[in-house]
């Protein structure tokens, strides 16, 4: 759930809140100064969030991506507790005769 959180989620959300917390610091800006038009959420540069969020998810998912796991067809052994000492995980080649059938 954490990895979801982290890869899809958060990028996508990022640039739409960053805009949000400048509306809300301008509106606060031009409270002070008295300014008749402050920033709206509608005149928001929806093209340029959208942008950057979809790129956001496309690096972050790229980053998760790289380096994780082993090449296929290798077997993956669990942590495991033996003697009372715990064996960390394994990622190891199968046999030949480990091989799915095709």
Same mark, same amino acid.
């Given at each position: 759930?954490? +990895? &979801?959180?982290?890869? %899809? %989620? ?6 739409? %809140? /960053? !805009? !949000?917390?400048?509306? %809300?610091?301008?509106?606060? +800006?031009? &409270?002070?100064?008295? =300014? ?7 005149? /928001? $540069? !929806?093209? /340029?969030?959208?942008?950057?969020a979809?790129?956001?998810? *496309?690096?972050?998912?790229? !980053?998760?991506?790289? *380096?994780? *796991?082993? $090449? ?6 669990? $942590?495991?507790?033996? =003697?009372?000492?715990?064996i960390?995980?394994?990622?190891? =080649?199968?046999g030949?005769? =480990? +091989?799915?059938?095709?």
């Amino acid at each position: 759930m954490l +990895r &979801k959180l982290l890869t %899809v %989620v958060l990028p996508l959300a990022a640039p739409f %809140v /960053a !805009w !949000w917390l400048y509306l %809300v610091i301008a509106r606060q +800006r031009a &409270k002070r100064i008295q =300014d008749p038009n402050p920033p709206a959420w509608a005149t /928001a $540069p !929806w093209t /340029a969030i959208l942008l950057a969020a979809i790129l956001l998810l *496309g690096a972050s998912l790229l !980053w998760f991506h790289s *380096g994780r *796991g082993g $090449p296929a067809w290798t077997e993956y052994q669990a $942590p495991s507790l033996q =003697d009372g000492q715990i064996i960390p995980s394994q990622i190891g =080649d199968r046999g030949e005769g =480990d +091989r799915l059938s095709e």
